[in-house]
């Protein structure tokens, strides 16, 4: 009897670890498939996304929904999210391309201010009379930096600044480059008072094409926009210095006379230019302007405030531009370049071999030197006269080291010359 219990237990202790055996069994199964299936299902997504990505790439958002069978009109990207615009247009106050163009404008219009400028002038009877010039600019900080061209605010004597909120202020000029019509001016503001300076892009990704937006105070008129497209990049602008402003902007969007220093920007509200001026028979536009590139700006902005000026590199010797009666009386096998008259004594182009002349001669009301070298190139760049040389070193910094090809004896030789910091008020010859 109690070996017959010990069996009967013993077979339902083995019944129990089989049921235990399957269901653990069928359980692991299930876990099986269930992650199988997942793996699969994730590899279909992760296909899907890459099939959508590249739809995306190819045919954008607007194709992408079309493709969903969604009827898309138009898609506009705001600050405050995408809207897509579905069904009748005339349902909707404003187009895809409107809502950006007033996005832009409530974006940046705060950040562009109207300068009026008064210089003195002597009349006809020798007296000084005020004579008055407006023009834009573009707040740059929160504390009253004022970015705007040179040419606004040369000979000012008395500076005005008149923001959005229509308040008058005093400003003072800061710094001053030349060179690329670029000055930076200081608006000493109240306590209380924060401005609010404009977002920088870049022109280096600019496409001729692409959709810019000018806004100024053409002809007094406060914060005008204006809306055209890149016209052209690289352009050579020589302007009334007779330096030449290399990689402007070249754009079609209106810029009339008081929209210098005002700002181009791009679809997405960003700076990428600063209206310089405009190719033009009459005095109004006709289609072709010009901006200084952002990135020119940038890289200037730190010294005018810091210097009041640029730091850039210069050779410390005195130099000639070439003409024709130069080139004939000194038998010179160039007939363009600049002669080197002289070389500052001890100085950095004198220890790196750059030779100047020993002949004394008079030219016009000024004594020059010939036999010393011709500098026909800096850098790679050609140099046929002043403005060249100015080109070549205008991305250069003292203690910078420049390549500069001379013509000596008749012959090409090629020299490494440090820099030194550019004077001011240079004189050409002595």
């Given at each position: 009897m109690?070996?017959?219990?010990?069996?009967k237990n013993h077979?339902?202790?083995?019944l129990?670890?089989?049921?235990?055996?399957?269901?653990?069994g069928?359980?692991i199964?299930?876990?099986i498939?269930?992650?199988t299936?997942?793996?699969r299902q994730?590899?279909?997504?992760?296909?899907q996304?890459?099939?959508?990505?590249?739809?995306?790439k190819?045919?954008?958002?607007?194709?992408l929904l079309?493709?969903?069978?969604?009827?898309?009109n138009?898609?506009?990207?705001?600050?405050?999210?995408v809207s897509v615009f579905?069904?009748?247009?005339d349902?909707?106050?404003?187009?895809?391309q409107?809502?950006?163009?007033?996005?832009?404008?409530?974006?940046v219009?705060?950040s562009?201010?109207?300068i009026?400028?008064v210089?003195l002038?002597?009349?006809?009877?020798?007296?000084?009379?005020p004579?008055q010039?407006?023009?834009?600019g573009?707040?740059?900080?929160?504390?009253g930096?004022?970015?705007?061209?040179a040419?606004?605010?040369?000979?000012?004597a008395?500076?005005?600044?008149?923001l959005?909120?229509?308040?008058n202020?005093?400003?003072?000029?800061?710094?001053?480059d030349?060179e690329?019509d670029l000055?930076?001016?200081?608006?000493?503001?109240?306590?209380?008072?924060v401005?609010?300076p404009?977002?920088?892009g870049?022109?280096?990704?600019l496409?001729?094409?692409?959709?810019?937006v000018?806004?100024?105070?053409p002809?007094?008129?406060?914060r005008?926009?204006t809306i055209?497209?890149v016209?052209?990049?690289?352009r050579?602008?020589?302007?009334d210095?007779?330096?030449?402003?290399n990689?402007?902007?070249?754009?079609?969007?209106?810029?009339n006379?008081?929209?210098?220093?005002?700002?181009l920007?791009?679809?997405?509200?960003e700076?990428?230019?600063i209206?310089?001026?405009i190719?033009?028979?009459?005095?109004g536009?006709q289609?072709?302007?010009?901006?200084?590139p952002?990135?020119?700006?940038?890289?200037?902005i730190?010294?005018?405030?810091q210097y009041g000026?640029?730091?850039?590199?210069?050779l410390?010797?005195t130099?000639?531009?070439l003409?024709p009666?130069?080139?004939?009386?000194?038998?010179?096998?160039?007939?363009s370049?600049?002669l080197?008259?002289?070389?500052?004594p001890?100085?950095?182009?004198?220890?790196?071999?750059?030779r100047?002349?020993?002949?004394?001669?008079q030219?016009?009301?000024?004594i020059?030197?010939?036999?010393?070298?011709?500098?026909i190139a800096v850098?790679g760049?050609?140099?046929?006269?002043?403005?060249?040389?100015?080109?070549?070193?205008?991305d250069?910094?003292?203690?910078?080291?420049?390549e500069?090809?001379?013509?000596?004896?008749?012959q090409q030789?090629?020299l490494e010359?440090?820099?030194?910091?550019?004077?001011?008020?240079?004189?050409?010859?002595?």
């Amino acid at each position: 009897m109690e070996h017959q219990t010990h069996k009967k237990n013993h077979m339902v202790s083995r019944l129990i670890r089989t049921i235990f055996i399957v269901v653990i069994g069928i359980l692991i199964s299930l876990a099986i498939i269930v992650w199988t299936r997942s793996l699969r299902q994730k590899s279909e997504i992760d296909h899907q996304r890459e099939v959508l990505a590249e739809v995306l790439k190819r045919e954008g958002e607007l194709g992408l929904l079309e493709m969903a069978g969604v009827e898309v009109n138009d898609i506009f990207y705001g600050d405050q999210g995408v809207s897509v615009f579905l069904g009748n247009m005339d349902d909707f106050t404003y187009s895809a391309q409107e809502m950006r163009n007033i996005a832009i404008y409530e974006e940046v219009n705060h950040s562009v201010v109207h300068i009026t400028t008064v210089s003195l002038s002597l009349n006809s009877f020798l007296e000084i009379l005020p004579v008055q010039g407006t023009g834009s600019g573009i707040i740059i900080s929160e504390d009253g930096y004022v970015l705007t061209n040179a040419h606004v605010v040369q000979d000012a004597a008395q500076l005005t600044i008149s923001l959005h909120d229509e308040s008058n202020h005093e400003a003072r000029l800061i710094g001053i480059d030349q060179e690329n019509d670029l000055a930076v001016l200081k608006i000493d503001l109240p306590n209380h008072m924060v401005l609010e300076p404009i977002t920088f892009g870049t022109a280096k990704t600019l496409r001729v094409g692409q959709q810019v937006v000018a806004i100024g105070n053409p002809f007094g008129y406060d914060r005008t926009m204006t809306i055209g497209t890149v016209s052209g990049l690289g352009r050579p602008v020589r302007t009334d210095l007779n330096t030449v402003i290399n990689g402007m902007i070249q754009t079609d969007a209106a810029i009339n006379p008081g929209n210098s220093g005002g700002p181009l920007l791009n679809s997405n509200g960003e700076m990428i230019g600063i209206n310089t001026s405009i190719y033009s028979t009459t005095g109004g536009s006709q289609g072709i302007g010009f901006a200084v590139p952002v990135d020119t700006a940038v890289s200037v902005i730190p010294d005018l405030i810091q210097y009041g000026k640029v730091m850039r590199g210069w050779l410390d010797i005195t130099m000639v531009q070439l003409d024709p009666s130069i080139v004939t009386y000194a038998d010179l096998p160039v007939s363009s370049g600049l002669l080197v008259s002289q070389v500052r004594p001890g100085g950095k182009a004198e220890k790196s071999g750059l030779r100047g002349g020993t002949q004394r001669v008079q030219y016009g009301s000024s004594i020059i030197y010939l036999g010393g070298d011709v500098i026909i190139a800096v850098d790679g760049d050609p140099v046929h006269e002043y403005a060249d040389l100015y080109s070549a070193l205008i991305d250069t910094r003292p203690g910078d080291t420049v390549e500069v090809i001379v013509m000596r004896n008749g012959q090409q030789t090629v020299l490494e010359i440090e820099l030194v910091t550019r004077p001011e008020g240079m004189e050409w010859t002595v």
